[in-house]
């Protein structure tokens, strides 16, 4: 029963897995539609947005700011874009994994409470 369980959490489990990828693998294949070249050329990346995502993407607080975050980076628009689809990505295949478990952890308890098959 438990084996049953697992084979069927985790068969849905890859499935949904390849379909975030899919959607992700198509969404950062197309951020330069979205994004084209000319935008990249019209918009300035600064470094105060950069160190701002980085924190926020290691789960820190940033540094105060100062003057220097005002430059810019020389990183085009469409990097950035490209990055967070690519963050994002990562996000939904974790709550996939998430999901999974924790359909996993209820089939075992399910399983654990069924009657045990008579020999």
């Not at 990562?90 to 399983?111: D, F, P, V």
Request: hydrophobic fraction near 45%; charge should be negative; aromatic fraction near 6%.
């Amino acid at each position: 029963m438990q084996a049953q369980a697992t084979v069927k959490v985790v068969t849905q489990y890859v499935d949904r897995v390849r379909v975030v990828r899919e959607k992700g693998d198509t969404i950062f294949k197309d951020v330069t539609v979205y994004v084209p070249v000319q935008v990249d050329a019209a918009c300035t990346i600064n470094r105060g947005f950069v160190r701002l995502h980085d924190a926020a993407a290691a789960g820190e607080l940033p540094e105060p700011a100062r003057d220097a975050d005002a430059a810019a980076t020389g990183i085009a628009l469409s990097a950035v874009a490209g990055t967070l689809a690519a963050n994002y990505q990562t996000c939904h295949e974790n709550s996939e994994q998430m999901r999974a478990l924790q359909e996993w952890i209820g089939e075992m308890g399910a399983a654990e409470r069924a009657p045990s098959p008579k020999p």
